[in-house]
């Protein structure tokens, strides 16, 4: 696993062509080494804006805090 930092809100698209959120929490062990956990939400969205706004709105993310991959 690569030292670069997660970015915690990863929007994705499922095979129904659904827009999904996964909030990701790092934190890291005593060695350093950083402990990735996620959790998909159960929401679904028609388009990536809509779920930026969900984020937004319901776990205060701020802008460069998504990631696509």
Known sequence: ?????????LISKDEEGNFRLTVRETRYNSQGYPLVTSQLQDETFSSATAVR???RDTF????GQYSTR
Do not use: W
């Open 60 to 63: 205060n993310a701020q802008p």
């Open 53 to 55: 706004n969900f984020a």
């Open 1 to 9: 696993m690569s030292r670069e930092t997660v970015r915690p809100f």
